[in-house]
């Protein structure tokens, strides 16, 4: 079993920062790329930002510039720094990782709970 446990959403004002983190746990063997995806109410869940193990991103464009993902290999940790927001930012944030859980075994996708954030003054 894999779990994925997001953290640090809330309510923050316009132009306002959160830090968001989600920490993967249980069968490991080796993660591949660990992101962010987003739903917002009556919309489709989309990309906000991603990593892979080397290090390599990919940004929605709308987040470029204001947002940065990072990643602790070590802790199988994935970090999203959120400056800049806006309403519009607002949503449900889920954590993503594509991982292996054991040698041999084929890359799976995994989904985190989803944190609240909500932009809004």
């Known amino acids: 079993q894999v779990q994925l446990v997001e953290s640090g959403g809330g309510l923050v004002q316009p132009g306002g920062s959160l830090r968001l983190s989600c920490a993967a746990s249980g069968s490991i063997f080796n993660i591949y790329s660990m992101g962010w995806y987003r739903q917002a109410p009556g919309k489709q869940r989309e990309l906000v930002a991603v990593i892979t193990s080397g290090g390599i991103t990919n940004y929605a464009d709308s987040v470029k510039g204001r947002f940065t993902i990072s990643r602790d290999n070590a802790k199988n940790t994935v970090y999203l720094q959120m400056n800049s927001l806006k309403p519009e930012d607002t949503a449900v944030y889920y954590c993503?990782?594509?991982?292996?859980?054991?040698?041999?075994?084929?890359?799976?996708?995994?989904w985190g709970q989803g944190t609240q954030v909500t932009v809004s003054s």
């Open positions: 993503n990782a594509r991982l292996m859980s054991a040698p041999g075994d084929s890359y799976r996708t995994y």
